[in-house]
């Protein structure tokens, strides 16, 4: 099963940028798209960035011109690029791996972001 590992996120005031991180390690091979989703108390966990396996990339429209999604060359690291970050951008930021049939999702735990006025 692949295992994630998120990091990067913290506090910072808007307008500022962060950079998550999202590690992946096992069969790498078995990933078909990768993803950040964010998470707000009360909320339904919402898509925020995807790319797939041959670098399609699709954004939530709020984020699209401030946020960039990115993996490195072995495909085994996702990033999330966040500048101009606004205070509805607070939230748990979760990477997903969407695994080709039949395996199942897997999701990394969470890093809190929480943009500041």
């Known amino acids: 099963q692949v295992r994630l590992a998120e990091s990067g996120g913290g506090l910072v005031q808007a307008g500022g940028s962060l950079r998550l991180s999202c590690a992946a390690s096992?069969?790498?091979?078995?990933?078909?798209?990768m993803a950040w989703y964010r998470q707000t108390p009360g909320n339904e966990r919402e898509l925020v960035a995807s790319i797939t396996s041959s670098g399609g990339i699709n954004y939530e429209e709020s984020v699209k011109g401030r946020f960039t999604i990115s993996r490195n060359n072995a495909k085994d690291t996702l990033y999330l690029q966040m500048n101009n970050l606004k205070p509805e951008d607070t939230a748990v930021y979760y990477c997903n791996a969407d695994l080709f049939w039949p395996l199942k999702d897997s999701w990394g735990q969470g890093t809190q972001v929480t943009v500041s006025l």
């Open positions: 096992g069969p790498i091979s078995t990933i078909k798209t």
